[in-house]
């Protein structure tokens, strides 16, 4: 019985712990971040490796989901006769939440998990190691470059996921199932409000930006460096990484759009 | 590694497509075209009951819209709900006898201000009240009139 | 910031050092100086630190309890920028060569140039070229890491050591998994380049023959603690059966062969 105890405590000390050392990981992070935008040339490799090749899984996504959306509210909406306003559903569904929420969990699995294997993989190359004894900040080289390309890789991803679908809704909708265009558009544009949609669901990304590149290159980071544990590590990256999406999504909602 | 010009340029591409995406989102999927002109001037009318008008409700004048509820609150004297509206400044030629009702958008839409103008050569002005106003139908009381109404005949 | 100590003829100093992982202490009040010019071996088997030590050299990690001193400065006082500035000073060798698996053979060598220095493009290749032909791998500049064998990987690491022109280099067990010419062929390097650069080396291996062949001054640690030390003849003779038992290689000694456990008849015959 005490085992469990001892276990249980031993367990939280530990989270504890590390949500100490990531915090002290992020502030490491934060505070290098002027010496990126001094080399542009390493924000740019990230950004390629972190935004360009999720490019295709984002927007195929991004894609069938909004046709989706858009076949499946048709038949619900066409039940109180209001197909018309189609386009508002999808629209809203997209830009409000399935955009930063799904585009993120795509980040996540395919970004995120790259993110952490790799510098796990550094780590248990002694990389890391060896660039302190050369007198190398790896923070300033090699993490700092990550975080920003992922916090400004999200928003536009969010953004072209939601497009997309939108986009996709109107091939369903107005191309398939015959919803009048004008309505489609017209309906959206006077139902979604620039302030309250676009810029929260822009907001929302941004959000998940930052806490996905945080915990995908923490778990790195800290991660035991060998085969065993860089791969345990890629794990909790995106586990952890949807826990915290799914979580945040809430509460961000909750504030957002709460009030109306 | 990769040729670095390729690289390049398919890094701005990428953000080029993603700022793309996000004015496409500005501009066609929300009302930010009808943003422009952001100077307005606040009117406000009093009504028996505001119903489900809500603030940012639009205001429409012979179907088009003019301007958005900006504020309701209650007249601690007369106990009426006060409603402030935001019209944009190009509409001020609306006579000061203008009357203002709330009405409801198709069978479960959303409730919005219908402004019809009178024939007064003054016009509404910052701060103005309107005078001649028509509360939210309230669907109970039309159901209990209708209910009371063929009691009565009977 | 130096400290005003007389640094003379060592390099490194290293004293009343105690170190623990955890429970189990690595160091227990140590000291041991490395002197200037000349090839130290750190010696000991597997699994008592020596590639801690090396990290406390360089200021990695950080001891519980002594003093490390390099070149008059108190490695574990100086403040970021200056550990920084000494350990541009400090060429370091690590078991796997650590090269990073993205930038070519050449790149490898190039970046703490290109990082620490303001030096051109050309004066950079000129100094690169140098660094791998004294390694024997100029040819080799354009391959990426994960085309070079072990041994390769470590003279490019060598190269990429020296690019810096430090004042000394610390090898992490530099002989293990080799095969018998890359063997060759880094002793002879250790060697040359510690002459001809007039380096200090400290060389952490547990492989005795050829720590022996090189180096001018020897240290055993065991269970974290110096065993002896020496120049390799005096090793050779020390009297300590322990030190004996581990340079001759004998199965039996003081380090026994049988791990502890009960008696075998009981075992064998327990049911």
Do not use: C, W
């Given at each position: 019985m005490t085992q469990f105890f001892q276990k249980l405590g031993n367990t939280t000390l530990s989270s504890f712990a590390k949500l100490g050392r990531s915090s002290f990981f992020l502030l490491q992070t934060l505070s290098a971040i002027s010496s990126v935008l001094i080399r542009p040339r390493l924000l740019n490799n990230q950004l390629y490796s972190v935004g360009v090749l999720s490019f295709l899984i984002i927007t195929i996504s991004g894609l069938f989901v909004g046709m989706v959306l858009g076949l499946q509210g048709f038949y619900i909406l066409s039940d109180f006769g209001a197909e018309e306003t189609l386009g508002v559903m999808v629209a809203a569904s997209l830009v409000r939440e399935l955009g930063p929420v799904v585009s993120a969990l795509l980040f996540a699995g395919r970004a995120g998990s790259a993110l952490t294997a790799e510098i796990g993989l550094m780590k248990a190359t002694e990389q890391l190691s060896g660039m302190e004894m050369m007198a190398i900040d790896p923070i300033k080289r090699i993490i700092a470059p990550r975080f920003l390309a992922g916090l400004l890789a999200m928003p536009l991803l969010a953004a072209l996921f939601s497009s997309i679908g939108v986009l996709g809704g109107h091939i369903v909708?107005?191309?398939?199932?015959?919803?009048d265009e004008g309505a489609y558009w017209s309906q959206m544009q006077s139902t979604l409000d620039f302030q309250d949609d676009i810029i929260n669901g822009v907001i929302k990304s941004i959000v998940f930006g930052f806490v996905i590149s945080w915990i995908a290159l923490f778990e790195g980071y800290d991660a035991i460096p060998t085969s065993e544990g860089v791969s345990r590590a890629t794990t909790r990256t995106v586990v952890n990484s949807a826990f915290t999406i799914l979580g945040l999504d809430f509460i961000l909602t909750a504030l957002m759009f709460g009030d109306i | 590694m990769q040729n670095t010009k390729t690289q390049d340029t398919l890094v701005g591409l990428f953000v080029a497509c993603g700022i793309a995406a996000l004015f496409f989102m500005a501009m066609q999927i929300s009302n930010l075209s009808a943003f422009s002109s952001n100077t307005t001037y606040t009117i406000s009318a009093n009504f028996e009951n505001s119903g489900g008008l809500k603030v940012k409700s639009p205001v429409t004048l012979a179907g088009v819209r003019?301007?958005?509820?900006s504020n309701i609150f209650i007249d601690?004297?007369?106990y009426e709900s006060v409603v402030e509206m935001s019209i944009e400044?190009?509409?001020?030629?609306?006579?000061?006898d203008t009357s203002a009702s709330i009405y409801t958008a198709g069978l479960l839409g959303e409730q919005y201000i219908s402004l019809e103008p009178g024939g007064s050569e003054e016009f509404l002005a910052t701060n103005s009240k309107i005078d001649l106003t028509q509360s939210a139908i309230v669907l109970e009381e039309v159901i209990g009139q209708f209910l009371f109404k063929d009691a009565a005949e009977e | 910031m130096d400290n005003p100590v007389n640094s003379g003829n060592d390099l490194i100093s290293i004293e009343n050092l105690t170190f623990s992982r955890g429970e189990r202490?690595?160091?227990?009040?140590i000291s041991l100086t490395i002197q200037r010019g000349k090839i130290t071996a750190i010696m000991g088997p597997?699994?008592?630190g020596k590639t801690t030590l090396l990290k406390l050299i360089g200021g990695q990690l950080y001891p519980e309890q002594g003093i490390i001193t390099v070149d008059g400065s108190h490695v574990h006082q100086l403040k970021r920028n200056d550990l920084y500035t000494l350990r541009k000073r400090m060429g370091m060798l690590f078991q796997s060569g650590?090269?990073?698996?993205?930038?070519t053979v050449f790149e490898n060598v190039a970046y703490p140039l290109k990082e620490h220095t303001s030096l051109s493009k050309s004066m950079i290749r000129t100094l690169v070229l140098m660094k791998l032909q004294a390694v024997g791998l100029r040819g080799a500049k354009?391959?990426?890491?994960?085309?070079?064998?072990g041994g390769m990987a470590r003279r490019v690491a060598l190269a990429r050591a020296i690019a810096l022109d430090p004042m000394m280099i610390m090898y992490d067990?530099?002989?293990?998994?080799?095969d018998p010419i890359s063997l060759g062929t880094l002793v002879k390097l250790i060697k040359n380049l510690n002459d001809t650069l007039k380096l200090t080396s400290i060389v952490v291996s547990h492989d005795v023959e050829e720590t022996i062949s090189i180096a001018d001054y020897i240290y055993v640690l065991s269970e974290g603690k110096v065993v002896g030390e020496g120049t390799p003849e005096q090793i050779q003779n020390l009297d300590s059966e322990w030190v004996q038992q581990f340079m001759k290689g004998h199965?039996?000694?003081?380090?026994?062969?049988?791990y502890p456990a009960a008696d075998y008849n009981n075992d064998l015959f327990e049911y």
């Open positions: 909708g107005v191309g398939m199932l015959g919803v | 003019v301007g958005r509820v601690r004297d007369s400044s190009q509409y001020n030629n609306l006579p000061d | 202490k690595i160091f227990d009040d597997s699994g008592t650590a090269l990073l698996t993205d930038l354009d391959l990426m890491p994960n085309e070079l064998s067990e530099p002989f293990t998994g080799q199965p039996d000694g003081p380090v026994h062969f049988h």
